[in-house]
């Protein structure tokens, strides 16, 4: 598997689900994690897959490496299996 790291110029990107569906956008990146500012149409099935079900976040949440299937200039895809 490879090894995510997510830096400053990661901020904006669009996340994508496994289908290509837009989820959310990188809002920030501390220390090698990105936050997400996720869609407010995002499924529930999506955000507990994620994690994201009880995490009261202000700067969008938290994006769990093993999650992510591929980092392009301008989107980030994650795992068709989420």
């Not at 689900?17 to 529930?44: C, F, L, Q, R, W």
């Not at 999650?67 to 299996?81: F, I, K, N």
């Amino acid at each position: 598997m490879q090894t995510v790291q997510f830096n400053e110029d990661d901020v904006g990107k669009t996340v994508v689900n496994g289908n290509g569906n837009e989820v959310g956008i990188i809002s920030a990146v501390e220390h090698g994690t990105a936050y997400v500012d996720p869609d407010p149409g995002i499924t529930t099935k999506i955000t507990a897959a994620l994690g994201w079900d009880n995490i009261d976040d202000e700067d969008g949440y938290p994006l769990q490496e093993q999650a992510v299937a591929t980092v392009t200039d301008d989107q980030v895809r994650l795992r068709s299996d989420l």
